[in-house]
């Protein structure tokens, strides 16, 4: 008598299991249906680019730019001879040093 009372128990778990599957694969299917979204636009880019011949994504080439010696010279003058006039009156040699300090570094 006492197992009959969990029989209606086990069918409402093997219920609520069944229902837990079907609404687990759902969300899978969604989750894995955002997963080939998010990654389309660097599918479609490398595919663009194979066809485009420049081998895929990530094969462009970066140079870095030349500094620019006559800014960094200035800058060099300008930061010596304010050092050289707060320890004096040297602003004339603090900006020399500065600017060939610019220059060269």
């Known amino acids: 008598m006492a ?5 209606d ?3 409402m778990q093997q219920a609520g299991n069944a229902l837990q599957g079907q609404q687990q694969g759902e969300r899978t299917a969604a989750y894995n249906q955002y997963l080939d979204a998010r990654e389309w636009p660097f599918k479609t ?3 663009q680019s194979s066809v485009m011949g420049n ?3 990530g094969s462009a080439t970066y140079q870095q730019a030349e500094p620019n010696k006559g800014a960094n010279a200035l800058g060099g003058a300008l930061a010596g001879a304010q ?3 707060s320890l004096g009156d040297y602003g004339g040699w603090g900006a020399l040093a500065g600017g060939l300090a610019g220059y060269f570094g």
Request: cysteine-free.
């Open 3 to 7: 197992a009959t009372d969990y029989t």
């Open 9 to 11: 128990l086990q069918a």
């Open 45 to 47: 880019l490398g595919a």
């Open 55 to 57: 081998g895929g994504v």
């Open 83 to 85: 050092i050289g006039n």
